[in-house]
C-alpha cells in the first residue's frame, strides 16, 4: 500500500493540540509519531512514497458536513448542485464526508426513494458519504420501511414540521415516526417551524403587497420556531426517541434546546454558519431582489435581536452541539427568479458545504469558539453525532486518512467565479474574507486537494454505512 507522511504539522483534535507526524498507510492513519522518530531505524521522511510538510500549518481530521441536499426536488426546480458538483467542492473546502438525505415524497414507497438516491450518489462522488432518510409520507407502510433502515446502515431520518402540502407531518404522524423511531434505535432529525401557521402569516403578507424576499423572514417568525421546537421535544419526551433539531436559528429554540438538555433528555442542536454571520436586515432585506440569495428555512434572524451572537454563545457552550450546512443551491436565473413578486415561490437554500470549514475557522480567528472546539463541531461531534467516529472525526491509528492540513498564515477570499467551486451562479458568501487557507485535502489516503489543484475523482467517494448515535447510552 503507498504511505504518505505528513511531517511538521501541529495536529489538533476536539480535545487538544499537538506537534506530531502522521503515517498513512493506504486509506488509513497507521501511526502518529513524535516529530522526528524513526520506526525500527527507518526515517520516514525519506521513505514514505509521498511526503507532505505540515511545517507552520494545523493538521485536522476532515470535515463532516451532516446536512446536504444535493439534487433536492424543492420548490417546482433542484438543487442546482448534485453529487459530482456538491462534493467537489466540499473536497475544495476541507469537506470529506457529508450526510445527504434521501427524499420519501408523498405517495412514495420510502424503499423506492432510498434506491433512487443510492442511483444518484453512485459513482458521482469525489469524498464519502451516508444517507439520512427524509420521511415525507408517514404512513404504517413507511414506519415499517424505517424498522429496515439500521440494516441498509442508515441511522437517522428526518421530519419536517413546515411545508403543508409537501414534507410536512402532522402531531399525530410525528408521534408515531417518533415511536417507531425510539424502539429502531433511530435518530429523529426534525424541521423545526410550525408550517401551517407559517402558511397563513405568507397568505397575509402577500394580500397586503408585501411580496420581497425579506416577508420570507417576517412570515417565518422565531415564534413559529420556538413553539415546534418545544412541540417537537415534548413529542420526543413522550416516546423516548432521540432528537436532533436541524437548522437551528432562533435563540428562543436555542433556549429550548439547552433547557430540555439541562433535564438531561437526548436532545441535540445544529446550527449552520449563515445563523452565525448573516441577518434578516443586512442579507434577506437587500435591495430589490437581491435577498432571495439568502432565502431559506429557517430563515436570518434580525441582528437586533442578537441572535446570531447568542448562537456563537450556544455554540461555545455546548447548548449547540455542531454546524453543518443545509447546503441546498439554487440559481437566481432559473430558480430564484421564480419567486420575483411573490418571495412564498423562492426556492429556500443556500449554498455553503465548500466554505463550512473556513466560515467556522473565523470563528477562532475572532476568538468566538477554540481551536479544538472548530475541530469538535466541523468533524468529531458530526462523526459521534451519526455513527461514524473511530472511522471518520478523529486522526488516530486505524482511522480513515480523511486528512485537512489547514494554514492558519493563509487567506481564503469567498466571492464568485474561480473562488467557489458549488455549482451557483452567485455566492452568498460574497465578500467574505478567512484568515486561513485549505491547502492540502486526503481523502482515504488519497490527497484530493493541493496547492489550489484538484486532484480528485468522482466515484472515489463511498457510501458510508452508520453506527446509532454515540451519543447514547
Ligand atoms: N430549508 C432550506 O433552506 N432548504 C431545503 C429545505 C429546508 O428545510
Ligand atoms: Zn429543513
Ligand atoms: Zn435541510
Known amino acids: 500500500m503507498p504511505t504518505t507522511f505528513i511531517t511538521g504539522g501541529t495536529v489538533v483534535s476536539a480535545t487538544g493540540r499537538t506537534a506530531a507526524d502522521i503515517l498513512v498507510d493506504?486509506?488509513?492513519?497507521?501511526?502518529?509519531?513524535?516529530?522526528?522518530?524513526?520506526?525500527?531505524?527507518?526515517?520516514?521522511?525519506?521513505?514514505?512514497?509521498?511526503?507532505?510538510?505540515?511545517?507552520?500549518?494545523?493538521?485536522?481530521?476532515?470535515?463532516?458536513?451532516?446536512?446536504?441536499?444535493?439534487s433536492m426536488p424543492f420548490g417546482g426546480t433542484t438543487a442546482s448542485d448534485d453529487f459530482e458538483t456538491g462534493t467537489r467542492a466540499a473536497a475544495w473546502g476541507g469537506t470529506t464526508t457529508i450526510i445527504d438525505f434521501a427524499v420519501q415524497k408523498f405517495g412514495?414507497?420510502?424503499?423506492?426513494?432510498?434506491?433512487?438516491?443510492?442511483?444518484?450518489?453512485?459513482?458521482?462522488?469525489?469524498?464519502?458519504?451516508?444517507f439520512h432518510q427524509i420521511v415525507g409520507d408517514v404512513n404504517d407502510a413507511s414506519l415499517q420501511a424505517l424498522r429496515g433502515l439500521p440494516d441498509e446502515g442508515i441511522t437517522s431520518y428526518k421530519l419536517f414540521m413546515a411545508y403543508p402540502g409537501v414534507f410536512y407531518s402532522d402531531d399525530a404522524q410525528i408521534l408515531r415516526a417518533m415511536q417507531t423511531g425510539?424502539?429502531?434505535?433511530?435518530?429523529?432529525?426534525?424541521?423545526?417551524?410550525?408550517?401551517?401557521?407559517?402558511?397563513?402569516?405568507?397568505?397575509?403578507?402577500?394580500?397586503?403587497g408585501k411580496t420581497d424576499p425579506y416577508y420570507h423572514g417576517i412570515a417565518r417568525a422565531w415564534q413559529l420556531e420556538e413553539e415546534a421546537t418545544h412541540r417537537a421535544i415534548m413529542l420526543a419526551d413522550l416516546t423516548g426517541a432521540p432528537l436532533y433539531v436541524v437548522h437551528v436559528s432562533a435563540k428562543q429554540a436555542v433556549a429550548q434546546v439547552a433547557s430540555a438538555r439541562d433535564r438531561g433528555r437526548n436532545v441535540f442542536g445544529e446550527t449552520c454558519p449563515q445563523y452565525l454571520y448573516l441577518s434578516l436586515e443586512e442579507q434577506l432585506g437587500a435591495p430589490g431582489f437581491e435577498g432571495a440569495k439568502?432565502?431559506?428555512?429557517?430563515?436570518?434572524?434580525s441582528r437586533a435581536e442578537h441572535h446570531q451572537d447568542h448562537m456563537w454563545q450556544a455554540l461555545r457552550t455546548n447548548d449547540i452541539q455542531m454546524v453543518a450546512t443545509d447546503h441546498c443551491p439554487f440559481c437566481m436565473?432559473?430558480?430564484?427568479?421564480?419567486?420575483?413578486?411573490?418571495?412564498?415561490?423562492?426556492?429556500?437554500?443556500?449554498?455553503?458545504?465548500?466554505?463550512?470549514?473556513?466560515?467556522?475557522?473565523?470563528?477562532?480567528?475572532?476568538?468566538?469558539?477554540s481551536l479544538e472546539r472548530w475541530v469538535e463541531i466541523t468533524s468529531t461531534t458530526p462523526a459521534r453525532m451519526f455513527g461514524l467516529y473511530g472511522r471518520k472525526g478523529v486522526l488516530a491509528p486505524g482511522a480513515d486518512a480523511d486528512v485537512v492540513i489547514y494554514d492558519p498564515n493563509g487567506h481564503t477570499s469567498i466571492g464568485l467565479g474561480k473562488t467557489h467551486h458549488m455549482n451557483?451562479?452567485?455566492?452568498?458568501?460574497?465578500?467574505?474574507?478567512?484568515?486561513?487557507?485549505?491547502?492540502?485535502?486526503?481523502?482515504?489516503?488519497?490527497?484530493?486537494?493541493d496547492a489550489g489543484e484538484y486532484l480528485g475523482r468522482k466515484g472515489d467517494g463511498r457510501f458510508v454505512r452508520r453506527d446509532p448515535c454515540q451519543y447514547l447510552i
Not at 37 to 47: H, I, P, Y
Request: proline fraction near 3%; aromatic fraction near 4%; include cysteine.
Open 26 to 70: 493506504g486509506e488509513r492513519i497507521a501511526a502518529l509519531l513524535e516529530p522526528g522518530s524513526t520506526v525500527l531505524g527507518t526515517d520516514l521522511a525519506r521513505t514514505a512514497d509521498t511526503v507532505i510538510d505540515a511545517t507552520g500549518k494545523y493538521v485536522v481530521p476532515g470535515g463532516i458536513d451532516a446536512h446536504t441536499h444535493m
Open 333 to 369: 436565473k432559473g430558480q430564484k427568479d421564480m419567486g420575483v413578486g411573490d418571495f412564498s415561490k423562492i426556492p429556500n437554500g443556500i449554498g455553503s458545504v465548500e466554505h463550512r470549514m473556513d466560515l467556522m475557522y473565523q470563528g477562532v480567528v475572532e476568538g468566538r469558539i
Open 108 to 130: 412514495e414507497r420510502l424503499q423506492d426513494s432510498l434506491a433512487t438516491w443510492h442511483e444518484m450518489a453512485a459513482g458521482q462522488c469525489a469524498i464519502d458519504y451516508g
Open 294 to 301: 439568502w432565502v431559506c428555512s429557517t430563515p436570518l434572524r
Open 424 to 449: 451557483m451562479d452567485h455566492s452568498a458568501w460574497e465578500g467574505f474574507e478567512i484568515d486561513g487557507h485549505v491547502d492540502t485535502v486526503l481523502s482515504r489516503g488519497k490527497v484530493v486537494v
Open 182 to 208: 425510539a424502539s429502531t434505535g433511530l435518530m429523529t432529525m426534525m424541521h423545526a417551524e410550525n408550517g401551517p401557521a407559517i402558511d397563513v402569516l405568507v397568505g397575509q403578507l402577500l394580500e397586503q
